[in-house]
């Protein structure tokens, strides 16, 4: 079992940045990959970001060159820094890990809203 707990998340102006933290905790020697989704009201859970042992990163393409994922393993935690916050990127940012023997595990989730 892996346990994560977010933060960061809050109200910022369009244009402000953030940079939210996910904690794992528990059986962290099972985590392959590590990274963060969003859910914005009425819609689906998307793909924000991930990050493998390996240090190989994956952005999704609306959000390269304004968000950055990284990791810090001597204390377990996944960064992502959003810089450049739209309205659009209003959502719940969830942390998940995906474990070497494919089980998931999500965070409760941090809310980020972005005024215009």
């Known amino acids: 079992q892996v346990q994560l707990v977010e933060s960061g998340g809050g109200l910022v102006q369009a244009g402000g940045s953030l940079r939210l933290s996910c904690a794992a905790s528990?059986?962290?020697?099972?985590?392959?990959?590590i990274g963060w989704y969003r859910q914005a009201p009425g819609k689906q859970r998307e793909l924000v970001a991930t990050?493998?042992?390996?240090?190989?990163?994956n952005v999704a393409d609306s959000m390269k060159g304004r968000f950055t994922i990284s990791r810090d393993n001597a204390k377990n935690t996944v960064y992502l820094q959003m810089n450049s916050l739209k309205p659009e990127d209003t959502a719940v940012y969830y942390c998940?890990?995906?474990?070497?023997?494919?089980?998931?595990?999500w965070g409760k989730g941090t809310p980020v809203t972005v005024s215009s």
């Open positions: 528990g059986s962290i020697f099972i985590i392959n990959n």
């Open positions: 998940n890990v995906q474990s070497l023997s494919g089980s998931e595990y």
């Open positions: 990050i493998d042992r390996s240090n190989s990163a």
